[in-house]
């Protein structure tokens, strides 16, 4: 097998992973009122149980960046990825207390490693093309959480208990990641021996900035989430069912800007198109802080879907630029914040909103996204464009097929 061969097959192979991950956490969260209901968790232990998640996955993603100095990322993801999913079927098929709060550990501690690995071989495998590809992997981890909501809504309306939702899903997406799992590729890693000596003297430091990028963007993200609907509803005055359509908007519009987004790193550098998506994010916030009524907020939205979708993944691409010899450990330590601002962003908003105003709420997390523009520095990087050495002129990205023209 030729190395271009091997290396277009370990990008699709890898775009799927991503893309089974986005159908699975998109089961999971759209489905946690139905998990509330059929374990009886009260509303005041329900936050505990959800807070416990994105915590295992932190603690998780820490052992990751040991584990990987002593086996290759592709075979933490070639594992970790079919335990969530078996977590998530663990999840509806329980009867008891302990049962749901096992599945939701368990499946932490499994998404924190699947996370880490698998942005470690996004990473490399961008190194080894030469050029932008990881916002084609996260299109198709939004892709995929287009289609899982879709079937959360389906088990839903249709009233199917959540181990009958969950199965098919299962049954299909199980198998098939275990023999995309055979194409892994691993190329363009640093030797064991430089992973091994971490960032070094002082590297946290410069990993800092992007860190504060990475908890602010899920801020941001979560923030959306999590109230899109409540405020579209009780702020906007929309309807119950219009107040459903901000987070599918938000999502379809994450998964066309990251279906093109590499495109527009080429061009015009990774640093450009995160200014540029931090700014049109920013108003996006502002717009819907703002808004006169529904249709005004949904435009904010879909603003924040265009604005936030690049900025994750020219994250994790800029660890690994800043640290070549080092890559996993930076991607390892920057996950971890993917979790921190998961975790912050949703009480941060709704703490404001009930003690003061949810449209001034908007504005926290448009400040947060804003101090991504005094950091754009750190994602600047000449190798961030072209300068291809392994691929054919011919490939289409990821996100948009992963097939040739």
Not at 3 to 15: H, M
Not at 256 to 275: H, Q
Request: glycine fraction near 14%; proline fraction near 4%.
């Amino acid at each position: 097998m030729t190395a271009d061969v091997r290396l277009r097959r370990g990008r699709g192979a890898l775009g799927f992973s991503f893309f089974v991950q986005g159908v699975t956490f998109a089961l999971l969260v759209t489905r946690i009122p139905a998990i509330q209901d059929r374990y009886g968790i009260s509303d005041g232990l329900l936050p505990a149980f959800l807070a416990a998640v994105p915590v295992l996955a932190g603690l998780s993603s820490v052992a990751t960046e040991h584990l990987v100095k002593r086996v290759p990322p592709s075979v933490v993801l070639r594992w970790a990825q079919p335990l969530v999913l078996l977590a998530l079927l663990g999840a509806g098929a329980g009867t008891d207390l302990w049962h749901v709060a096992l599945a939701l550990g368990a499946f932490g501690l499994s998404v924190g490693a699947l996370d880490a690995s698998m942005n470690m071989l996004g990473v490399r495998l961008q190194g080894a093309y030469g050029r932008s590809i990881m916002l084609g992997f996260h299109a198709s981890y939004s892709l995929g959480g287009i289609l899982g909501a879709s079937a959360a809504w389906a088990g839903a309306h249709w009233h199917l208990a959540l181990f009958t939702s969950y199965l098919p899903a299962v049954l299909v997406l199980l198998p098939a990641s275990l023999f995309a799992s055979r194409f892994y590729v691993d190329h363009g890693s640093a030797s064991r021996e430089s992973e091994g000596k971490g960032l070094g003297v002082g590297g946290f430091k410069l990993l800092l900035p992007l860190c504060l990028v990475m908890a602010c963007a899920y801020i941001g993200d979560s923030t959306v989430a999590n109230w899109s609907a409540k405020y579209l509803q009780d702020v906007l005055g929309s309807s119950e069912q219009l107040a459903t359509v901000p987070y599918n908007v938000y999502m379809v519009t994450t998964l066309l800007g990251r279906a093109v987004g590499d495109l527009g790193v080429r061009r015009f550098g990774a640093a450009a198109v995160v200014r540029m998506g931090t700014v049109v994010a920013a108003g996006g916030f502002a717009v819907v802080a703002v808004a006169s009524g529904p249709w005004v907020g949904m435009i904010g939205f879909t603003m924040l879907g265009i604005g936030l979708c690049v900025i994750v993944p020219q994250t994790f691409a800029a660890a690994g630029r800043l640290f070549p010899g080092a890559s996993d450990t930076a991607v390892a330590r920057l996950n971890i914040f993917n979790y921190v601002g998961f975790l912050i962003g949703s009480p941060l908003v709704g703490g404001i909103g009930d003690a003061w105003s949810y449209r001034g709420a908007m504005f926290v997390p448009m400040v947060l996204v804003l101090v991504t523009l005094f950091y754009a520095r750190s994602f600047a990087a000449d190798g961030a464009r072209y300068g291809v050495r392994h691929e054919r002129p011919r490939v289409v990205d990821v996100g948009r097929g992963g097939n040739e023209v």
